[in-house]
């Protein structure tokens, strides 16, 4: 049996909150870690997936589920459960990618989808998504976060990327899949020509 956080009732509907770790969010927040998850993000994927279980980085003003791991306990030390929304402390990334990694692992975790910025040259994308990701999606255009330097609807200075750990066998045997997807995260077909097509097209007509 999966030991979950501390529940504690909501102040305003009354459901079970957790309390664990995370980060001081917008109006309060003041560093780049504080920008808040697009709504209609989270929304789009929690109907993919069937809804989530657990936001593991947020609190009171901006929790995702009723369920949410905030600052006052270490969500880097306390087990997770379910299915898991992650937008992480983007300083911190490496560490809340081996708790991802860790929980999927352990079992505690059957899926966990998490919002990262596009570093596909940083160690820790080496490190955690290439060996233990499913299947990565790269957000087309920047998405329209609201944090402490900027209002809501405002786009990012940043592209973004959606990571899924899990919610097949626990670690592809191969590299993840990467795949293009629009702003709320669904996947865009991409209709690339055949070798059939190129040879088969008309010759190019010089300008």
């Not at 909501?10 to 808040?36: E, I």
Request: with cysteine; charged share 25%; proline share 9%.
């Amino acid at each position: 049996m999966v030991d979950r956080p501390t529940l504690k009732a909501g102040a305003d509907t009354g459901a079970p909150k957790a309390v664990a770790a995370g980060r001081q969010v917008f109006p309060r927040g003041k560093s780049a870690d504080d920008y808040r998850t697009p709504p209609a993000l989270f929304d789009s994927i929690a109907e993919e997936i069937g809804g989530f279980d657990l936001d593991a980085a947020a609190n009171e003003e901006n929790a995702l589920c009723p369920d949410y791991l905030d600052r006052e306990a270490d969500a880097l030390g306390c087990d997770w459960f379910g299915r898991v929304w992650l937008n992480p402390p983007y300083s911190e990334v490496d560490a809340w990618l081996e708790k991802v990694v860790q929980e999927v692992t352990a079992g505690r975790v059957s899926v966990c989808w998490v919002l990262l910025r596009v570093a596909t040259g940083s160690m820790c994308f080496h490190r955690w998504v290439i060996p233990h990701a499913v299947e990565v999606r790269l957000i087309d255009g920047r998405l329209a976060f609201a944090g402490p330097n900027s209002d809501a609807g405002a786009s990012g200075t940043f592209d973004s990327m959606l990571v899924r750990f899990g919610g097949e066998a626990p670690f592809a045997p191969i590299p993840p899949r990467f795949l293009a997807a629009d702003r709320l995260g669904r996947i865009t077909t991409v209709t690339r020509p055949t070798q059939h097509d190129r040879r088969n097209a008309p010759p190019s007509v010089p300008p």
